[in-house]
């Protein structure tokens, strides 16, 4: 049996008595005593990984360095998120951090050395960790759902933006750190910014690189939602359990067509919308669905194509 953190939160006057079980937040070496039933597996130093009734969820665990993203954790991360998507188990990934951030972007000091710059420069970085990272989220097949418990610098910001849908903690934060630093948005952002809350404030967000608040965050469209701190793993909990019984096919196919919509004319759209629809009808939770409806009881989903 491995313990839990309960809710341990680093943050001055934020730790927390034990939760009830289900919504432990998991912290490597932080000991509550506090038993949980879920199957914990944890891949490695810097991923935790939980699973427990069609929910995976994946901590990221650097605390004491803000979660922030070592080619360590992008290996542990992309194996959690893979498993994941193959696990016909698992119906909605749930990623968050451990401590007081959600994650500070790049470990500066990982790619800070002097001969860095020659072995593995800030463009090969992105190709070869960042940028499978943001493509893996966003055609994962399952929904992903931010839990951004703290700041998200950087990065760290993009990598939050890129699920499906991300709740944030009203005193976590969200900063493109690029700019204080003389690099350029990456990690999608300058993908996900101005489709998500126009140019105007995009070119804002990416020029001053000043942090901006979660309540702010929702209030542009930012994000999904901002929730109380004490009330952020209840509500993700809850909505991840919601998603682990929807129709995860459809779900699917939703975020393939929301996806193609950025790219595609309307007709093209269309066409896209009506070949979607014809897998989604086919599949035997659109029966059930349709059954569920006309018979007057709540639907079973199984989430499967066929
Ligand atoms: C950190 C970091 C960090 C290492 C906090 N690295 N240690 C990808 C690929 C290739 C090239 C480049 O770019 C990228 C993408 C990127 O993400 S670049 C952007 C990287 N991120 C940033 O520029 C943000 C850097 N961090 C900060 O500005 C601050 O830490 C924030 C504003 C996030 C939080 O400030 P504080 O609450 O005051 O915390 P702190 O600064 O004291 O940090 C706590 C510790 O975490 C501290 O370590 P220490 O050992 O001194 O206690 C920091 O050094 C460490 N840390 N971010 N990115």
Redesign the pocket.
């Known amino acids: 049996m491995l313990r839990c953190g309960g809710t341990i939160d680093n943050r001055p006057g934020h730790s927390k008595p034990p939760a009830p079980i289900r919504s432990c937040r998991l912290a490597a070496g932080l000991e509550c005593g506090h038993e949980i039933e879920e199957d914990i597996h944890v891949s490695g130093k810097t991923v935790l990984i939980a699973q427990e009734g069609g929910v995976t969820r994946l901590t990221l665990n650097r605390p004491?360095?803000?979660n922030?993203?070592t080619l360590g954790m992008h290996a542990e991360l992309r194996a959690g998120l893979e498993a994941a998507a193959t696990d016909p188990q698992c119906r909605v990934v749930v990623l968050t951090g451990a401590g007081r951030?959600f994650s500070?972007?790049?470990?500066?000091?990982e790619?800070g050395g002097p001969t860095d710059a020659a072995t593995d420069d800030?463009g090969s970085?992105?190709e070869k960790?960042?940028n499978p990272l943001i493509k893996l989220i966003a055609t994962l097949e399952k929904p992903v759902i931010c839990s951004v418990n703290g700041?998200a610098?950087?990065?760290?910001a993009n990598v939050a933006l890129a699920c499906d849908l991300v709740y944030a903690a009203r005193s976590a934060s969200f900063?493109q750190?690029?700019a204080?630093?003389g690099?350029v948005p990456?990690?999608g952002g300058t993908w996900a910014l101005p489709r998500l809350v126009g140019a105007a404030r995009a070119r804002g967000l990416a020029m001053l690189a000043e942090?901006l608040p979660a309540a702010q965050a929702e209030a542009w469209g930012l994000i999904w939602k901002c929730v109380d701190d004490d009330k952020l793993a209840a509500e993700v909990a809850a909505v991840a359990g919601k998603l682990a019984t929807a129709p995860t096919y459809a779900l699917a196919l939703a975020k393939r067509a929301l996806a193609a919509s950025s790219t595609n004319t309307l007709a093209q759209q269309l066409d896209l919308e009506r070949d979607l629809q014809k897998l989604a009808g086919a599949s035997p939770d659109a029966r059930e669905g349709i059954a569920a409806f006309l018979e007057k009881r709540a639907p079973k989903y199984t989430g499967s194509k066929t």
């Open positions: 004491d360095k803000l922030a993203f951030a500070a972007g790049q470990d500066l000091a790619i800030a970085r992105l960790a960042y700041i610098a950087g990065a760290g900063l750190a690029f204080r630093i690099l990456d990690a942090s």
